[in-house]
Every structure is written in C-alpha cells, then in structure tokens.
C-alpha cells in the first residue's frame, strides 16, 4: 500500500492506496478538487464537510446518469 497526499478545496488529505493506483487516485481527487471549486463558486464556503457532501451528491447523480445509459 501506497500513502500519498491529495489536495481538495486548498487542504492537503493523506490517503492510502494500492500500490501502482497512486495516478488513478490522484486524477480522481483532481475531479473531486474542480467539482468542489465549481460549488464554491455558487454557494461560497460553507464548510468542508457540507461542500465534500454536496460535491459526492453531484458525483452520485454523474454516476447514476451514466448507469442510465
């Protein structure tokens, strides 16, 4: 297992992974990060925990409109 840093919303969040996934998990915070900048933008800084919520709730709704398809 492979620790590394990712970055969302300016703060930095050790998180674990499996070896050779590191690029995988990066990218995927990257996603994470522009999702929560985009929220940012409309509703301002309401907390890391309501913007993280807010942000899997539009990834969720991604998610289950591809599933759609």
Do not use: F
């Amino acid at each position: 297992m492979s620790q590394i840093v990712i970055r969302v919303n300016n703060r930095d969040y050790p998180v674990v992974c499996e070896d050779g996934r590191e690029d995988r998990v990066r990218g995927i915070a990257g996603y994470i990060d522009e999702k929560v900048r985009e929220l940012t933008a409309q509703v301002g800084q309401p907390g890391d925990a309501r913007l993280m919520l807010l942000a899997a709730l539009n990834l969720g709704d991604e998610l289950a409109a591809a599933y759609d398809e």
